[in-house]
């Protein structure tokens, strides 16, 4: 199997592109480390976060733990469910993490209900913590995409445009990502038969590491909790609807054709815009009251 990535219009041929390496017999897939490493410096800059804004580190941390075993429960149970045509005949493998599919979707929702249950525990304002723990989010997904890129998955139709991306037609994990259109298009590089395509990950990844420096920038100036959490789903369900718009691995709605992630994205936006604006809207009012 070849294990090269191209990207040809910008001149940058990757070989020996592996999916992971071996410690005696056994096989750490890149996928896996990429998620850990931004899990450990999501949580390092929520920890130095939360200080600046005068929470307890301890205590804190104590979140970020139970929130991330909640998170990628939340992740696989979502994917389980939206790809329950394979799973219900293969139950088993529902467990076999390992195989691959986790719904970052899944994990967001699942960790946003975590952390409101655990603030009611600890009598902490919702808002303000999320407004912390949403850059550990954020971090987490700007790393976790390059995952994908390992994996040859979550990449986008056909394109020849700047940014194509070749990938080995025998590397790609799952062939039924394959488009009639990309097999109609194949390019062939000394005797092997490449797709092309738009590097989705990619996208996603610099999409939010733009969102990331503009919260960085504007989150001292915020007039009211919960202006980085309203940012997060205004600004990256966004990008996320143009996105999965563009991928082939579309998880849809059960009897539909509606990919499941674009409509999840699109109530993101429609409900952060909601909250943005009411909550400008009442601080405007409360700085208008005389004193």
Known sequence: MNTSIIFPNLH???DNVGKGFYIGSFFIAFYGVIIAIGMLIGVSFILKEAKRVGFDEDQFLDICIIT????VLGARLYYVAFAWEYYKDNPIDALNIRQGGLAIYGGVLAGIACVYVLCKMKKFKFLKVVDVAIFGVIIGQICG???????????????????????????IRSQSDVTAEMLANLVQIDGVSYISVHPTFLYESLWNLGLLIFLLLTRKKKKFDGYVFF??????GAGRFWIEGVRTDQLKLWGTSLPVSQLVAAIMIVIGAGLMFYNYKSNSENYSLPN
């Open 12 to 14: 940058i041929t990757l």
């Open 68 to 71: 991330i075993v909640v998170g």
């Open 145 to 171: 995409r390059w995952g994908n890129f390992f994996n040859r998955e979550v990449f986008g139709q056909y394109t020849d445009g700047l940014f194509a991306m070749l990938l080995p037609l025998d590397a």
């Open 231 to 236: 940012t997060y789903l205004i600004v990256y």
